[in-house]
């Protein structure tokens, strides 16, 4: 008798024990979760950082490409005028 009881409360000890080591891999598994969580959305803000960056960059040269386009226009439509205003003298 004495040695069932023994043997059930190894039994009890050994199942404690295991759930111990199982619960104890669930808490670390979970904090390894919310660590990469966390640096994947460290990695996420670095990039949405580097991007806002580069559509800024991008924005500065567009207007800057813009406002040499409109130049050169803007030229282009003087010199047609005077060549007109020369050709009206001439035939008028």
């Given at each position: ?68 386009v409109t130049q050169q226009i803007q030229s282009q439509t003087n010199n ?13």
């Open positions: 008798m004495m040695e069932f009881m023994i043997i059930i409360l190894l039994i009890v000890l050994i199942g404690l024990l295991l759930y111990l080591i199982v619960r104890h891999r669930a808490q670390q598994s979970q904090a390894n979760d919310q660590q990469s969580l966390l640096l994947m959305q460290q990695h996420v803000e670095s990039l949405r950082s580097d991007v806002r960056s580069s559509l800024q960059n991008i924005t500065e040269n567009l207007n800057q490409q813009l406002a040499a047609v005028g005077n060549r007109l205003d020369n050709a009206a003298k001439v035939i008028g």
